[in-house]
C-alpha cells in the first residue's frame, strides 16, 4: 500500500487554478520529488498534503485512511511531519527545546496537573523525552549548539534543526518545501546525505519539493512534475531529464537558448 | 418624521467627528503600524489645553483652537513619534500596543495632575442660534452645521492633500508598503512623524468639536472616544480612509437612533453604552481572515537588553528565599498599615501573574482582566450572601466562574491576533462593564456588595498570610507551568504557531487552556482584592482598570513571574506610601508615573525593573567572581594562564 495517495486533488481560489487534478503517490519508502517551474503549483499541493489548506476536490489518503479534511494538527498526529521553505523554528527556544518540544508532542499525553504541580511523573516523562531529543542532537551533529538559541543558527543548521524537529515526532512521512534554499552547494549536497539517511537508515518516505535540480537527481527515486497546476510527467530522474514536455515547460524550447528567460518567469 | 431627521442631523454631526477622528487613527496606524489607544487621552489632554488658553487665558476661542490643532497637537504628535515608537520598530506589535496604553495612562494623569480632574465646560466654536429649517420642519443649529462643516473640510482637506500632492504620493506609499517605499527613497522617519502630528491634530480637533456638547470630563472623554473611534476604525477594518470615515458617520448615526428611541436607562442602556463594542466584537470576529490573522506569523522576539551573564543558580535561589523571608516578617517588623499594603501588592502581584502566562509566556494579550476579576468576586460575593456557602469554598467557585468566559477568549485567540485581539479583549472589559458590573443587581448599586472575609482571617495579620500563601502557590505554578511541557508548548506557539501545528500541537486546546488558567488567577485576584475592603462595587473592576494594570505590570516586567511580584509589591508599598502626609502627592503622579514608566520601560528594556534587577544581580556577581579569582591568583598562581573569561 501507498504511504500517501492525493487522488485527483484540484485546488481553486477564486478563478484561479493552482493544481488541476493532480495524483501524486509516495509508496512506502519511497523518496519521491516534486518539480515545476516557478508557480507550476508545488507548494500548494504541497500545504494540502501537509492540511494547511483544503483542495477544492479530490481525495487525500494516508496509510489508505482519508485525511483531505484533516487539520494540520491532526494531520502531524498520524506521521506526517514536515519543514518549511521559510523556516518556521521555534526562534526564542534553544535548539536543544525545539527538538523536546517535538518528541513530547508525539510521545507523551498533556498533563497540566503533574506539569504545575511538578509531579514525578512530569520528570520521568522529561527523562524520557530528553533522551530522545538528545539522540537527535547527536544524529544531527548540533550537540555544539544544544543551548543556543535557535534564531541565532546559520541557515544551514537551521534547516538541519528543523528537519530533525519534525524526525522527532517519529514520522511515517516528511513532506519537505525546498530545504535547499539559502543553502550553498556544499551545504545543499550535505543536506543530501543526510535525506538519504532519513529514507534508508530510518525507513520514512520522503515527499520533496525542490529547485535544486543537482539535489533532485541525486536523492529522488522518482518525479512528479507540474506546470501550470497540471501534471505533465512522471517517471524515474533519468526518464525526466529525457522528458520532452518537461524540457518545453523548463527550458521553453528545446534548442532555443534565449526562449529560456521569458519560460522562468 | 421631524424627531427622526433631527436624530439623524445629530448623528451625522457626532458621526463625522468620530469619522474624523477615525481617519486620524488609520491614518498613523497605517503609516507606522501603530494602532493608538491612548488617542482619546491625548484628545482629552489637547482640549485641557485649549480649555486653559479659551478660558483662563481668555484667548478668543477660535485663535485658541488653532493654536491646539496647528501648534500643539503637531508638535506632541512628533514628539511621540521619534521618542517612543520610532524606537519601538522591529518590536513584536503587542509591545507597540501596550505603548500606546502606557500613553493613555501617562495623559490621563498628566490631566489629573494639572487640571485636577475637574469636569469643565468648553465654549463652543459657533454661535448659538438655528442656522436655518429642512423642508420637513426640522431645525439646524448653526453649532451643529459648523461642527459638520469643520468636520467635513477638515477630512476633504486630508483627502487632497493624500491625492494632489507630493507628500501624500509618499503617504500613500508608505501606506502600501512601509519598506519598498523606504527603498524607493521616500523617507518613512518623516512620513510618519508627519503622519503622528496628523493625527493627534485629528484628535485635537475632535476634542474641541464634541466637548462643548459633551462636558470635558477626564472619566467620561477617554473611554468615551476609544469606543466610538476605534469602533468606527474597526468598522472600517483599518484598511482605508474612506471606510474609517464612513464607519464612523455610521456609528454616530446608530448612536443617536439607540439613544432617541431605546431607552437610555436600564438594561437597554446598559446595551446602548456596550453598543459600540459589541460592534467592535462582532467586526473583529466576522473581520476577513488575512486581516484578523495579521501578525499571526509576525515573530514574537522581544529586543530588551542583554543580561550578559546570570547569577549562579544557588545565588539566585538564596536571594529568592531570603526575599520572600523577609516578606513572611512584614507583619512583625512593621505597622498594621504597611502589612495591609504588601498584602495589596501580593494580590496585584497575583493579578500580574495572570497576564505574565498570556504575554509573557505565550505571546498573547489580554486587556480583559478586569472583566475575570469582576466575574470572579461578584459570583463569590452571591455565593455568600445568596447561597450561604461558606467563603472557602465560594471563593473557588468565584474564580471557577470566571473560566468558561476565559476559554471562550482563548478560543477566539485562535482566529484573531495580535492588535485585533488587543481590541476584542479591551471591548470584552467594556462590555462586561455595562453589562453586568452596571446592574445594581449584580454589584449592589450605590453602597456596593458585601463580601467579607473567610473565617479565621479577619484581621490584618492572618489575611497577610492568606494573600502570602496564595501568591506563592500562583507563582510556583507559574514557574511550574513555563518550565515544564505546557511551557515549551507555549513557547513554540508564540514562536510559530504554524510550526506548532506542523508536530501535531492543537493551538486551540492550549490556547483556550491558558486563557482559561489567566482568566482564574486574574478572578481569584479579584476576589482577594475585594477582601481589602470586604466589598465590591460598580466602580471597582473598571475597564480602565485592566489597562492601568497592564501599565503597572509592564513597569515590574511582564515576561516573568519575578516581575510580577516586582511590580506587585511596587505599586502595593506606592499605595501605602502616598498614605503619608508628607509624600500625599503621590496620589496625583501616580497615573504618570506608571504611564510614563511604562512607555519607558517599553523602549528602554522591555523586562521591566526586573530585568534591571537581574542586571544589577549579573554585574554583581562578576564583580564578585574577578575579586574571588584575583585573590586567589594572588595566593597561589593559576597553572595555566588564561582561564576563562
Known amino acids: 500500500m501507498s504511504t500517501l495517495l492525493a487522488q485527483s486533488v484540484t485546488i481553486r481560489f477564486g478563478g484561479l487554478t493552482a493544481v488541476d487534478d493532480a495524483t501524486v503517490e509516495v509508496p512506502e519508502g519511497g523518496f519521491i520529488g516534486l518539480i515545476g517551474p516557478n508557480g507550476a503549483g508545488k507548494t500548494t499541493l504541497f500545504n494540502a498534503i501537509g492540511g494547511f489548506l483544503t483542495p477544492t476536490r479530490g481525495r487525500i489518503t494516508l496509510d489508505g485512511r482519508d485525511i483531505t479534511g484533516m487539520p494540520a494538527a491532526a494531520r502531524a498526529r498520524l506521521g506526517i511531519g514536515r519543514t518549511f521553505q521559510k523556516l518556521e523554528l521555534f526562534g526564542r527556544m534553544s535548539v536543544f527545546d525545539n527538538l523536546m518540544v517535538a518528541a513530547e508532542s508525539a510521545e507523551s499525553r498533556l498533563d497540566i496537573v503533574s506539569d504545575i504541580l511538578s509531579l514525578p511523573r512530569r520528570h520521568s516523562e522529561e527523562a524520557r523525552c530528553g533522551r530522545i531529543a538528545e539522540e537527535m542532537l547527536r544524529t544531527l551533529d548540533l550537540e555544539w549548539a544544544r543551548d543556543r538559541r535557535a534564531a541565532d543558527l546559520p541557515v544551514g543548521h537551521a534547516r538541519l534543526l528543523e528537519l530533525g524537529r519534525a524526525l522527532c515526532t517519529k514520522p511515517k512521512l516528511m513532506l519537505l518545501d525546498e530545504p535547499s534554499s539559502g543553502l550553498d552547494s556544499d551545504e545543499t549536497a550535505d543536506f543530501g546525505k543526510m535525506l538519504k539517511r532519513v529514507n534508508e537508515d530510518m525507513g520514512i518516505s520522503i515527499l520533496l519539493v525542490e529547485h535544486d535540480m543537482d539535489l533532485v537527481m541525486d536523492v529522488c527515486k522518482a518525479l512528479y512534475v507540474l506546470d501550470f497546476g497540471r501534471l505533465i510527467a512522471q517517471g524515474s530522474p533519468k526518464q525526466i531529464v529525457k522528458d520532452p514536455a518537461v524540457r518545453a515547460a523548463y527550458l521553453g524550447e528545446e534548442d532555443d537558448e534565449a526562449a529560456a528567460a521569458p519560460a522562468e518567469r | 418624521m421631524q424627531i427622526f431627521i433631527r436624530t439623524l442631523i445629530l448623528g451625522i454631526v457626532s458621526g463625522s467627528v468620530y469619522a474624523l477622528a477615525s481617519t486620524g487613527l488609520v491614518l498613523t496606524y497605517k503609516t507606522s503600524g501603530v494602532l493608538n489607544f491612548g488617542y482619546g487621552a491625548l484628545a482629552l489632554f489637547t482640549t485641557y489645553i485649549h480649555w486653559t488658553l479659551a478660558v483662563n487665558a481668555g484667548l478668543p476661542v477660535w485663535l485658541s483652537a488653532l493654536i491646539v490643532v496647528f501648534i500643539v497637537a503637531p508638535i506632541l504628535g512628533v514628539i511621540l513619534d521619534t521618542q517612543l515608537f520610532r524606537p519601538l520598530e522591529g518590536q513584536p506589535q503587542i509591545i507597540s500596543v501596550i505603548a500606546t ?257 498570556l504575554t509573557g509566556y505565550s505571546g498573547q494579550i489580554s486587556f480583559g482582566q478586569t472583566a475575570f476579576m469582576g466575574i470572579a468576586a461578584f459570583t463569590t460575593a452571591h455565593l455568600v450572601q445568596g447561597a450561604h456557602l461558606p467563603m472557602w469554598i465560594a471563593m473557588v467557585l468565584g474564580p471557577l466562574a470566571a473560566v468558561p468566559a476565559g476559554n471562550i477568549i482563548g478560543f477566539i485567540a485562535v482566529r484573531v491576533h495580535g492588535l485585533y485581539l488587543a481590541l476584542m479583549t479591551l471591548a470584552f472589559a467594556f462590555m462586561a462593564d455595562s453589562l453586568f458590573f452596571q446592574n445594581p443587581t449584580i454589584s449592589g448599586g450605590e453602597g456596593g456588595i458585601h463580601i467579607g472575609r473567610p473565617a479565621g482571617f479577619h484581621g490584618p495579620t492572618s489575611l497577610f498570610y492568606l494573600g502570602f500563601m496564595f501568591l506563592i502557590a500562583f507563582a510556583l505554578i507559574a514557574v511550574n507551568l513555563r518550565t515544564g511541557r505546557t511551557g515549551r508548548v507555549l513557547a513554540s506557539m508564540r514562536d510559530s504557531e504554524t510550526g506548532s501545528r506542523s508536530l501535531g500541537i492543537s493551538v486551540t486546546k492550549y490556547k483556550v487552556l491558558i486563557f482559561g488558567l489567566s482568566a482564574f488567577i486574574a478572578g481569584m485576584g479579584g476576589v482577594l482584592l475585594s477582601f481589602v475592603l470586604e466589598q465590591a462595587g460598580n466602580r471597582s473592576f473598571i475597564p480602565f482598570l485592566s489597562l492601568f494594570f497592564m501599565a503597572v505590570a509592564v513597569v515590574g516586567g511582564i515576561f516573568g513571574v519575578g516581575g510580577a511580584i516586582v511590580g506587585g509589591l511596587l505599586y502595593g508599598i506606592y499605595g501605602q506610601l502616598s498614605g503619608y502626609q508628607l509624600l500625599s502627592w503621590l496620589n496625583n503622579w501616580q497615573l504618570v508615573l506608571f504611564g510614563l514608566g511604562c512607555t519607558l520601560a517599553l523602549v528602554q528594556n522591555p523586562e521591566g525593573m526586573f530585568g534591571e534587577l537581574r542586571r544589577a544581580g549579573a554585574a554583581i556577581t562578576r564583580l564578585y567572581e574577578r575579586r574571588t579569582r584575583r585573590s586567589r591568583t594572588r595566593s597561589e598562581p593559576l597553572p595555566v594562564a588564561g582561564g576563562q573569561e
Open chain 2, 101 to 357: 496604553v502606557g500613553l493613555f495612562v501617562l495623559f490621563r494623569g498628566i490631566a489629573q495632575l494639572i487640571w485636577k480632574g475637574a469636569t469643565e465646560s468648553v465654549p463652543s466654536l459657533f454661535p448659538a442660534g438655528v442656522a436655518f429649517h429642512l423642508p420637513g420642519g426640522a431645525a439646524v443649529a448653526k453649532d451643529d452645521l459648523g461642527v459638520l462643516i469643520v468636520a467635513v473640510v477638515a477630512a476633504l482637506g486630508l483627502g487632497a492633500m493624500l491625492r494632489w500632492t507630493r507628500i501624500g504620493v509618499a503617504f500613500r506609499a508608505v501606506v502600501s508598503n512601509r519598506s519598498v517605499a523606504g527603498l524607493m527613497g521616500i523617507n518613512t522617519g518623516y512620513v510618519s512623524g508627519l503622519a503622528w502630528a496628523l493625527g493627534t491634530s485629528f484628535a485635537a480637533l475632535m476634542g474641541i468639536l464634541l466637548a462643548p456638547k459633551l462636558l470635558l470630563d477626564p472619566n467620561l472623554l477617554p473611554p468615551f472616544i476609544i469606543a466610538f473611534v476605534l469602533g468606527a476604525a474597526v468598522v472600517g477594518y483599518m484598511r482605508s480612509l474612506p471606510l474609517a470615515y464612513a464607519g464612523g458617520i455610521f456609528i454616530g448615526i446608530a448612536q443617536a437612533i439607540f439613544v432617541q428611541y431605546i431607552r437610555s436607562q436600564g438594561f437597554w442602556g446598559r446595551i446602548s453604552d456596550s453598543l459600540p463594542f459589541l460592534m467592535i466584537t462582532l467586526a473583529v470576529i466576522f473581520a476577513p481572515r488575512a486581516l484578523r490573522q495579521a501578525g499571526a506569523g509576525a515573530s514574537f522576539i522581544v529586543h530588551s537588553r542583554e543580561v550578559m551573564q546570570r547569577a549562579s543558580r544557588n545565588t539566585r535561589g538564596l536571594v529568592t528565599v531570603l526575599f520572600f523571608g523577609f516578606l513572611a516578617l512584614v507583619p512583625i517588623l512593621f505597622s498594621g498599615s504597611w502589612t495591609a499594603a504588601v498584602y495589596q501588592g501580593f494580590v496585584y502581584a497575583i493579578i500580574f501573574i495572570s497576564l505574565v502566562i
